[in-house]
C-alpha cells in the first residue's frame, strides 16, 4: 500500500500541485487572519501588577562590570610581545 503512494502522487502531478497550493493559501489565509487582522481588532491585556525594580540587583550588575573593567584595564596595560614580529 504505502508502496502505491508515491506512483499515484507521480501519475496525477498536477492534481498534487493544485492541492498543494490551495492548502497554502488556505493555512496562509489562516495564519494573516489570526496573527493580524484579529491582533488589530482585540485590544491588549492589562497588566496587572507593574515591575518592581531591585535596587540591590541592579547594584550587582553595576559591581560586575567595573570589576570586568578594572580587569581589563590591567591586562591592556601589560605590555605583551607581538608574536608576529620577528
Known amino acids: 500500500m504505502l508502496k502505491k503512494i508515491p506512483w499515484v502522487l507521480g501519475t496525477h502531478a498536477f492534481l498534487c ?6 492548502l497554502a493559501v488556505f493555512l496562509g489565509e489562516f495564519l494573516f487572519y489570526h496573527y ?4 488589530k481588532v482585540q485590544d491588549p491585556e492589562a497588566i496587572v501588577f507593574p515591575m518592581k525594580f531591585s535596587d540591590r540587583a541592579y547594584q550587582s550588575v553595576v559591581q560586575e562590570w567595573k570589576d ?3 580587569l581589563f584595564n590591567s591586562a591592556s596595560n601589560e605590555n605583551y610581545t607581538s608574536p608576529f614580529v620577528k
Do not use: E, T
Open 68 to 70: 570586568r573593567q578594572g
Open 36 to 39: 493580524v487582522f484579529l491582533a
Open 17 to 22: 500541485i493544485v492541492v498543494c497550493l490551495v
